[in-house]
């Protein structure tokens, strides 16, 4: 009877434990919701390199990790073992809908909206003139300040 007991105890407590860790945290939500964009703006997957730069890591070393966490989680998915290979498998609602998600999200809609504007700008033709013309103008109207210098480093 004790025995049965502690089986269904013991599988309940993992029961809740494996769902909680499907969820993930806020950092893991915004890179998570940063490869989603980003996937659907481009077509193909951000690089380790421009998920740090875009959410302000300080190594690539600390995007794998989130990206390995992520993938353990069932929410994210490498194709192969080529660069630009991750596939998002479930985007999931935020942690909490606070302001503090929300601005986070817009964060990370100005740094896209900013890294794009960076990109365009080491071309040189009319076309990227007239993106990026668009482009602070969609910063301007999305109520950011007037366009920052961006990094092409």
Known sequence: MTGSWLIRYSEGMAAQAQSAAINPTKKQYELLLFIDNFIKDNGYGPS??????????????????????LISRGHLRKRDNSARSLEVIDVVAAPKTTPEVLDSTDAITERCIRAKIANLQKQDDNKARQDIQTLQSALQILGYEGPRETDSA
């Open 48 to 69: 380790y390199r421009e998920i740090m730069r875009a959410l302000n890591y300080k190594s690539v070393s600390t995007v794998a990790v989130h990206i390995d966490n």
